[in-house]
């Protein structure tokens, strides 16, 4: 940013935005000074000081210098530390000794960081010198400027290495380094105002910065807004999401011959695998463009599907069966038809109702209210065991070795079968019936015996909010995060009705009526945020998606609704 500056000759006059923005000289009654070379000033209160520099940021970003400069001169002041617009200027120029030479003065400003901006410059310099074949100069920079500076030192020791590239391209490369006529001078110059306060310099790009946060903010206040961060709406009105952009017509509806009990969305968001009492499992392609799911395969799990868990790389699918179900099924599913890869069983009397994949497709953890808990290599076909855990609920985290498990003695603890290690990360008053936890792994979402839904901080154990309105007495019931961002909590219910959260708010956003029956499963596609699917005692799988105008109902077939 190029600024005018006013006359000062040490860093130690500042910029402060209540200070030095307006001289507060004499105003004439239409709120302008009048200034000896008789251009008029505008007074600016002080609280309003701060608001007009970052404007004037802004318009130099976007290269209004003229712009600027006028601003400049109506106020009767300046944006920043004219010693900061001088470092700026001979850093955009490449002149190094005037830019260390500026910021010897302004280094009393920057405390603790004086040493690392000065560490930066001198870096600049040295690849500037490199890039330029100037290597005698390079290496005079790095021997007597650089080393002698202590600082740094893991940095320090791969400079020399530069010295033996043969080509500019080589070293741009090999420092990760834009060059000269890239970007690397406007970096330097916004790493250099994170160490500056901001009355001597201003953080880079600011006002973008608080506008992104001001949008941030109505997005996460706007009920039902589900599209990534930052909505792309304008700013000259507050952000607000109509309901018909969010899933919340039943678009198809998909029928079993009993009792859907699981349901669960491939990684890619493509497939949809369901699964039912009577031990029909389903795997549904899914078409995004036209919110409609047609069949590609059955499998016929000899068991009722209770728990369905896709493998990361979605190639394989674990089944569980419930209650008495002795054995977890392993079914790889990449092909023209499903065909069965593995048991997973110890003993007749086994019951395992629940599965989790390890990251790395490797392991599958299983579990059941008998007190299994093993983890299976499909590799080897090793088991290992814990003993005595009955599981409720499993889920796996990104590091491939903490596995997290809701017990029948009302807890979720985290298990690492590499060390034995075993920790509690929450405990609560009411039976746990099902888990899920967060795609960033920071939240858990617990079914609670006749309580409902209570979501945890992973990282804390800490209670973090209640959910209420949804009926959970006698059935197993489940909740997904999902949504963009994962801001949105679904769940199934006894009244037959699916329910929706905001994740930061304890109130239904809609209560979706269809189902005749207990929504027993839900969830969210991973990828498509704009649709979830619930399954229900009534022997249906819902698919909800946002209400579309008729003429784009091409799509539609028999199945649909």
């Known amino acids: 940013m190029h600024t005018q500056p006013v006359e000062s000759s040490t860093a130690e006059q500042g910029c402060s935005g209540s200070d030095n923005l307006n001289n507060n000289k004499p105003r004439t009654q239409n709120g302008h000074n009048n200034s000896n070379n008789g251009v008029g000033t505008v007074y600016i209160p002080p609280h309003l000081r701060d608001t007009v520099r970052l404007i004037g940021q802004h318009l130099a970003d976007l290269g209004l210098q003229k712009t600027v400069q006028q601003l400049v001169e109506e106020c009767d002041s300046q944006l920043e530390h004219p010693l900061a617009s001088q470092l700026r200027d001979n850093i955009t120029s490449g002149l190094w000794e005037e830019a260390l030479e500026v910021f010897g003065e302004l280094a009393s400003t920057a405390e603790s960081g004086a040493r690392e901006i000065k560490y930066r410059i001198l870096e600049q310099k040295y690849l500037e010198l490199l890039e330029s074949g100037n290597q005698m100069g390079a290496l005079s920079c790095l021997q007597e400027e650089i080393t002698p500076l202590q600082h740094s030192a893991s940095k320090v020791h791969l400079l020399p290495s530069y010295l033996m590239c043969s080509t500019p391209t080589e070293l741009r490369s090999q420092a990760k380094w ?52 930052p909505p792309c709406s304008s700013l000259l009105v507050d952000h607000s999401c109509s309901r018909d952009k969010f899933p919340s017509e039943t678009k198809q509806i998909l029928e079993h011959r009993d009792e859907v009990l699981h349901c669960s969305w491939s990684n890619s968001g493509l497939y949809l695998a369901t699964g039912a009492l009577d031990g029909s499992l389903y795997i549904w392609k899914y078409n995004p463009q036209c919110y409609q799911l047609v069949e590609d395969k059955l499998i016929d799990a000899l068991f009722s599907v209770g728990y369905i868990a896709w493998s990361p790389d979605d190639t394989m699918l674990c ?206 596609n991973p990828v498509y945020t704009d649709c979830f699917v619930s399954g229900s005692d009534d022997a249906n799988v819902r698919l909800w998606a946002p209400p579309l105008p008729s003429d784009e109902s091409e799509c539609s077939s028999g199945t649909q609704v």
Not at 180 to 205: C, D, W, Y
Not at 419 to 440: A, L, P
Request: hydrophobic letters at 35%.
């Open 319 to 524: 089944i569980c069966g419930v209650e008495k179900c002795p054995e977890a099924t392993v079914y790889t599913v990449s092909g023209s038809t499903a065909v069965l890869k593995c048991k997973i069983s110890q003993s007749p009397e086994d019951v395992l109702t629940t599965c989790a994949w390890s990251p790395d497709n490797r392991y599958i953890y299983t579990g059941g209210q008998q007190g299994q808990f093993y983890k299976y290599d499909l590799h080897t076909s090793t088991v290992y065991k814990w003993e005595g855990i009955r599981l409720h609920g499993v889920a796996t985290l990104r590091d491939n070795k903490t596995v997290l498990a809701a017990d029948s003695h009302k807890r979720v603890r985290s298990y690492n079968f590499e060390d034995h290690s075993e920790q509690t990360i929450f405990e609560s008053e009411q039976q746990i019936i099902s888990m899920s936890i967060s795609s960033d792994e920071k939240y858990c979402l617990l079914t609670l015996e006749k309580q409902g839904l209570l979501m945890i901080d992973i990282a804390t154990g800490a209670y973090v909010r209640k959910f209420y309105g949804l009926v959970q007495k006698d059935y197993h019931l489940n909740a997904f995060f999902g949504g963009a961002n994962e801001e949105f909590i679904v769940s199934g219910s006894e009244d037959h009705r699916v329910y929706v959260y905001r994740k930061n708010c304890s109130t239904p956003i809609l209560r979706l009526d269809g189902h005749t029956s207990v929504v027993n499963c839900v969830c969210w």
């Open 178 to 229: 834009s060059g000269a006529a890239g970007n690397s001078r406007q970096r330097l110059i916004h790493k250099i105002q994170e160490f500056l306060p901001v009355t001597v310099m201003l953080p880079p790009k600011r006002l973008e910065e608080l506008l992104k946060q001001a949008m941030f903010l109505q997005s996460q206040q706007c009920t039902y807004h589900n599209t990534p961060f």
